[in-house]
């Protein structure tokens, strides 16, 4: 999908197409319409210049990253860059809605899809009738039209754009997806990979990142084209047989990886940063539900995924940048806020509180299938915790 995040947003914000928009920062920072008795009317829009606080990019429009500013990047950063960029609150429930919109309209195409997140799947079309045909003189005229019939089928579901990759393999096509966005169809063949894909820096193959780039840079390896080029005995020198002769392989555009359907998560986590940071003593009265929150979204994550976990975890970040996780292993399976909340917190009671926080998270591992507790239990699993299973987590013994 084309920016989604924002892409989203703009369908809800028409009057932002074409300008900088920025997503993140959590919910803070809503439009105001102007005239409080129009509300659908034309909104006042927070600006990034105007932003303090910690968050994150969580995406941003095309013409926001024509100035500089990407995902991950820290908004403070962003504003120096782009202060005139319009800020929106984050909604995942949309995306989330929005994401199985356009997964369900592609199932209607071609069923075979392997879900890679919330805005990014790969499709095996080798059995959609019609992918093999030749079209006007053209070998791949029958692929070229489903690929639109995709693109078409998304749109008209959500309204949205959508880049399509079609290729032999799943890592030529998650490079093709790319090469046109937006909204762009590109289908690639291993004749063409000379041309449109060894010029490309190394990096842009899905698999290696900045540590693996600093190393074939200082191979004086920076291009596709030069990794395709390089002995494939200096690369098993370098990197060792497995990643040498991955990289290798992938450099030439071969990968035999399969469309898989279904993959088991291996684990589910929440976590939140802070505006500022919280001290576990002097802040437990906002700790304490914000951890709630957490357990209870973690709790509504796995009853949506349709999974338990035997292993309950806790992480934090310390206002040194120190990370500590500390995890439990519970007696049942489990996808209960309650019982979630309840062994998070005493995983909390191994760590040190002595310092400020910055970030706190729960995680839960070991998934099984299933909901692993009666049909009544697992009906309250969404539901709020009681006031005594939000009490304050850090508790401290004064002394006299």
């Known amino acids: 999908m ?96 929005h994401s199985r919109l356009f997964k369900a309209a592609v199932a209607e195409v071609a069923p075979v899809i392997e879900d890679r997140g919330i805005d990014e799947i790969y499709i095996d079309l080798s059995d959609v009738p019609g992918a093999r ?24 579901a959500t309204g949205l754009t959508c880049s399509v990759g079609i290729t032999p393999n799943k890592l030529l096509s998650k490079l093709s997806s790319d090469l046109d966005k937006p909204d762009g169809l590109t289908l690639l063949m291993p004749a063409d990979i000379p041309a449109r894909l060894w010029p490309l820096p190394a990096a842009r193959i899905n698999g290696i990142g900045p540590k693996a780039n600093e190393r074939l840079a200082a191979l004086g390896i920076h291009t596709i084209g030069e990794l395709a080029a390089a002995p494939l005995g200096q690369l098993l020198e370098e990197f060792g047989s497995n990643q040498g002769h991955w990289l290798h392989e992938a450099a030439h555009g071969r990968d035999d990886r399969p469309v898989v359907t279904w993959r088991e998560p ?11 940071d919280l001290h576990p003593r002097d802040d437990r009265a906002t700790l304490g539900p914000i951890f709630t929150r957490l357990c209870e979204q973690l709790a509504a994550d796995l009853v949506r995924k349709g999974c338990t976990g035997r292993s309950i975890g806790v992480k934090l970040r310390y206002d040194d940048f120190r990370i500590v996780t500390r995890s ?13 909340r309840l062994w998070a917190g005493r995983c909390l009671k191994t760590v040190p509180l002595d310092r400020r926080l910055r970030l706190i998270g729960v995680k839960m591992a070991s ?34």
């Open 367 to 400: 998934l099984l299938v299933g909901d692993g507790q009666s049909a009544d239990a697992a009906s309250h699993a969404n539901d709020p915790l009681t006031a005594h299973e939000s009490l304050p987590l850090f508790d401290f013994t004064e002394s006299a």
């Open 266 to 276: 291996k684990s589910i986590s929440r976590e939140t940063t802070f505006e500022r």
């Open 328 to 340: 439990i292993t519970v007696p049942q399976p489990t996808r209960d806020a309650a019982e979630i």
């Open 133 to 156: 045909d030749t079209v006007g003189g053209d070998p791949l005229g029958g692929v070229r039209a489903i690929g639109q019939r995709l693109k078409q089928a998304v749109k008209d």
């Open 2 to 97: 084309d920016a989604f995040y924002a892409s989203v947003e703009l369908l809800r914000y028409p009057d932002l197409q074409g300008q900088p928009v920025v997503i993140g920062g959590g919910r803070r920072h809503p439009p105001q319409p102007l005239d409080e008795a129009q509300a659908d009317g034309p909104r006042r829009y927070a600006r990034l210049r105007d932003y303090a606080g910690r968050g994150v990019i969580t995406t941003a429009t095309y013409a926001a990253r024509a100035l500089g500013v990407h995902s991950g990047m820290g908004l403070m950063k962003a504003a120096a860059l782009a202060p005139d960029a319009i800020l929106l609150p984050v909604d995942f429930d949309a995306y989330r809605r």
